[in-house]
């Protein structure tokens, strides 16, 4: 077997790692579109890899660099992400092998190795005997509100459903939201423009918030007649965070309110509370940490610490 990068491969080879894409759910073109797009600040780092059995791409794993922010200041992290092996032939070590040749190119450039998964997936357990340890999982809670109530003197905020335009407004906003924050930051340059050109967000499902016409913060939410999902909620200057609650729940009125996977809802866990959300402390999503010696527990310990810091910035949009 071979583990090989993107330029190695083959016309048909390219092919066969949309047959992997898409054995996943992903569609066929991403590997592709990915590749397209190493020239854009936020892929430029993206460094695939495959691997390449009697002649086909049987297994890939992603990665990209990206900052961890703590007090000892910003250090270059590596995101791991799109692991797949095809499903003819797993358990054969491919993913690890894969996931060996990912950590032996990049050691000792970056101080340790994050990625997504599940803990009910069985690659949990894959990652775990690699040395991978959970270090987050976000925290979610659901309120259903009552209707809208009679509105009384007008309020002085709004909010606007974002245009495409708007992916440098909500780049500085998300900036400004993460001053003496903490954490897996800051996001990459240009991610939000990259998302609304790959489609894997749309500009209508952000909600700029504005005080009189001036923005200052911003929502990821998506709302139908039952319910509002709301993933993201960054506000500029913290004192606004309260106000930004309020306008949610007068927008999500009479609807069942779902908020989860973004700081917030720890910047204002006694509100939360107070109003009587009900809160899960994780969820099934959970973001695993090794460091370049898995072996020393004070750097686990260390990046644990940050993901409990009351500084902590962390939203969906930051996933990879
Ligand atoms: C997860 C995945 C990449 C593993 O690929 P693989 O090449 O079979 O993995 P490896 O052979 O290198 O490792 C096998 C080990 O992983 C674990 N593992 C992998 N799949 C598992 C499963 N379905 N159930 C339980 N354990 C599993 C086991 O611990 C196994 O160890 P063992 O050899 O002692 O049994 C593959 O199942 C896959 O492509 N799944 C779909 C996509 C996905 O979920 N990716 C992970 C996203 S975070």
Same mark, same amino acid.
């Given at each position: 077997?071979?583990?090989?990068?993107?330029?190695?491969?083959?016309?048909?080879?390219?092919?066969?790692?949309?047959?992997?894409?898409?054995?996943?759910?992903?569609?066929?073109?991403?590997?592709?579109?990915?590749?397209?797009?190493?020239?854009?600040?936020?892929?430029?780092?993206?460094?695939?890899?495959?691997?390449?059995?009697?002649?086909?791409?049987?297994?890939?794993?992603?990665?990209?660099?990206?900052?961890?922010?703590?007090?000892?200041?910003?250090?270059?992290?590596?995101?791991?992400?799109?692991?797949?092996?095809?499903?003819?032939?797993?358990?054969?070590?491919?993913?690890?092998?894969?996931?060996?040749?990912?950590?032996?190119?990049?050691?000792?450039?970056?101080?340790?190795?994050?990625?997504?998964?599940?803990?009910?997936?069985?690659?949990?357990?894959?990652?775990?005997?690699?040395?991978?340890?959970?270090?987050?999982?976000?925290?979610? /809670?659901?309120?259903? &509100?009552? %209707? +809208?109530?009679?509105? *009384? =003197?007008?309020?002085? @905020?709004?909010?606007? #459903?974002?245009?495409?335009?708007?992916?440098? /407004?909500?780049?500085? &906003?998300? %900036? +400004?939201?993460?001053? *003496? =924050?903490?954490?897996? @930051?800051?996001?990459? #340059?240009?991610?939000?423009?990259?998302?609304?050109?790959?489609?894997?967000?749309?500009?209508?499902?952000?909600?700029?918030?504005?005080?009189?016409?001036?923005?200052?913060?911003?929502?990821?939410?998506?709302?139908?007649?039952?319910?509002?999902?709301?993933?993201?909620?960054?506000?500029?200057?913290?004192?606004?965070?309260?106000?930004?609650?309020?306008?949610?729940?007068?927008?999500?009125?009479?609807?069942?309110?779902?908020?989860?996977?973004?700081?917030?809802?720890?910047?204002?866990?006694?509100?939360?509370?107070?109003?009587?959300?009900?809160?899960?402390?994780?969820?099934?999503?959970?973001?695993?940490?090794?460091?370049?010696?898995?072996?020393?527990?004070?750097?686990?310990?260390?990046?644990?610490?940050?993901?409990?810091?009351?500084?902590?910035?962390?939203?969906?949009?930051?996933?990879?």
């Amino acid at each position: 077997m071979r583990i090989v990068a993107w330029d190695e491969l083959a016309a048909r080879g390219r092919v066969e790692v949309g047959l992997l894409d898409w054995s996943d759910g992903d569609p066929p073109t991403w590997a592709e579109r990915l590749a397209a797009l190493r020239s854009d600040l936020r892929y430029r780092t993206y460094r695939p890899l495959f691997a390449v059995d009697r002649g086909r791409v049987v297994g890939r794993v992603g990665a990209l660099d990206l900052k961890f922010r703590s007090d000892d200041g910003d250090a270059t992290v590596l995101g791991i992400c799109d692991v797949v092996t095809a499903p003819t032939e797993l358990g054969r070590g491919i993913a690890h092998r894969l996931l060996d040749e990912v950590h032996r190119r990049n050691h000792p450039r970056v101080r340790g190795y994050f990625l997504w998964t599940r803990r009910s997936w069985g690659a949990h357990r894959l990652y775990e005997r690699m040395g991978y340890r959970d270090v987050y999982s976000p925290e979610v /809670l659901v309120r259903r &509100l009552p %209707a +809208r109530r009679a509105p *009384g =003197r007008p309020a002085p @905020l709004r909010l606007r #459903a974002a245009r495409r335009a708007d992916h440098a /407004l909500l780049e500085q &906003l998300l %900036a +400004r939201s993460t001053l *003496g =924050r903490v954490g897996i @930051l800051p996001r990459p #340059a240009g991610s939000f423009e990259t998302r609304f050109r790959l489609g894997s967000r749309r500009p209508h499902d952000y909600q700029i918030l504005e005080r009189r016409g001036k923005p200052i913060g911003y929502l990821w939410a998506r709302r139908d007649e039952r319910q509002v999902m709301c993933e993201e909620i960054v506000v500029a200057e913290r004192s606004d965070q309260p106000r930004c609650l309020e306008e949610l729940e007068r927008w999500a009125a009479g609807r069942l309110l779902a908020v989860g996977t973004t700081s917030f809802v720890r910047d204002q866990a006694d509100r939360f509370r107070a109003r009587g959300y009900l809160r899960l402390p994780g969820s099934h999503r959970v973001l695993m940490f090794r460091g370049l010696r898995p072996d020393d527990p004070g750097e686990l310990r260390r990046v644990r610490r940050i993901f409990r810091d009351p500084r902590l910035s962390a939203h969906e949009g930051d996933r990879f």
